[in-house]
Nanobody, 119 residues
């Protein structure tokens, strides 16, 4: 069984920084893209950033220049460094990864971690 476990998040004032991490565990053969999505109050879930195994990253327009995604393939971990946070960044942040096991290729999600930015 594969699990994604997130850590980080919390409450920060506008202009501050937070970091998130997410580690995949289980009978993993390989991990393809890993990323972060978020869902704010009354909003649809949206892509924050994604990174492939070669380190190529894609960012949502609203976070470009402020957030940085990275990953450690040896640790099956993806990170999100969030700088210059704004109140509109307030959301539940979900880790996401496409993971191959011996039986299948599936998309997995973490349980979500709350990020709250106060004005």
């Amino acid at each position: 069984q594969v699990q994604l476990v997130e850590s980080g998040g919390g409450l920060v004032q506008a202009g501050g920084s937070l970091s998130l991490s997410c580690t995949a565990s289980g009978k993993i053969v390989s991990i393809h893209p890993m990323g972060w999505y978020r869902q704010g109050p009354g909003k649809r879930r949206e892509l924050v950033a994604s990174i492939d195994s070669g380190g190529r990253a894609v960012y949502g327009d609203s976070v470009k220049g402020r957030f940085t995604i990275s990953r450690d393939n040896a640790k099956n971990t993806v990170y999100l460094q969030m700088n210059s946070l704004k109140p509109e960044d307030t959301a539940v942040y979900y880790c996401n990864a496409d993971i191959s096991t011996a039986l299948s290729l599936q998309t997995y999600w973490g349980q979500g971690t709350q990020v709250t930015v106060s004005s």
